[in-house]
């Protein structure tokens, strides 16, 4: 199984700031990766798929990079509503085992 | 709109059996692999169970397999998950989740729904 490792647990920023938010692999999986937000009380949200691809009506503002093992989701002028959980998930593998971050936590400082 | 809605959570006790469902709308059903993924309170997400666009091909995550059935009705635009002999682990709000494929050929989840919560406790 691909283990996924997502730091830090918890981010502190301010608004208008940037963040930087961080995923490994614990093998390659070339560009498969997936970051998702998650408020409170919602559903996931795709914000970027093929590692840096933004999805349908995401910002421009968020941004993802990396291939192989290491990832980065940025996100350059935070906003209000961008304070939430964030999960990066991998899908390179067949059969499906897809596997998911533990999540970092961006809140406001 | 795509939507998915899923429905059939509740409290159950160790040991007992749950239906979740799933109706999606606003997008052609049957031309799309289906996953669930759960979510313990307080916790990460994890997959759960994936299936083909024709109901031919069922993959399972480790902790469920022999326990847990995916099945889809293409007709009526349905998932399905069956959730037997459930222990206290399997408490979670479980989301049905569209599959979309990568230009890698490779599948990430594109939309979810609100999910529904499974209470396993006596």
């Known amino acids: 199984e691909i283990v996924m490792t997502q730091s830090p647990a918890t981010l502190s920023v301010s608004p208008g700031e940037r963040a930087t938010l961080t995923c490994r692999a614990s093998q390659s999986v070339g560009s498969n990766l997936a970051w998702y937000l998650q408020k409170s009380g919602q559903a996931p949200r795709l914000l970027i798929y093929?590692?840096?691809t933004r999805a349908t009506a995401i910002p421009a503002r968020f941004s993802g990079s990396g291939s192989g093992t290491e990832f980065t989701l940025t996100i350059s002028s935070l906003q209000s509503e961008d304070f939430a959980v964030y999960y990066c998930?991998?899908?390179?593998?067949?059969?499906?085992?897809?596997?998911f971050g533990q999540g970092t936590k961006l809140e406001i400082k | 709109d795509v939507q998915l809605v899923e429905s059939g959570g509740g409290l159950v006790q160790p040991g007992g059996s749950l239906r979740l469902s799933c109706v999606a709308s606003g997008f052609t059903f049957s031309s799309y692999r289906m996953s669930w993924v759960r979510q313990a309170p307080g916790k990460g997400l994890e997959w759960v169970a994936n299936?083909?666009?024709?109901?031919?091909?069922?993959f399972y995550v480790g902790s469920v397999k022999g326990r847990f059935t995916i099945s889809r009705d293409n007709a009526r635009s349905s998932l399905y998950l069956q959730l037997n002999s459930l222990r206290a682990e399997d408490t979670a709000v479980y989301y049905c989740a569209r599959d979309f494929p990568d230009t890698s050929g490779w599948y990430y989840f594109d939309y979810w729904g609100q999910g529904t919560l499974v209470t396993v406790s006596s």
């Open positions: 093929g590692a840096s």
């Open positions: 998930q991998q899908y390179s593998n067949w059969p499906p085992t897809y596997t």
């Open positions: 299936i083909k666009q024709d109901g031919s091909e069922q």
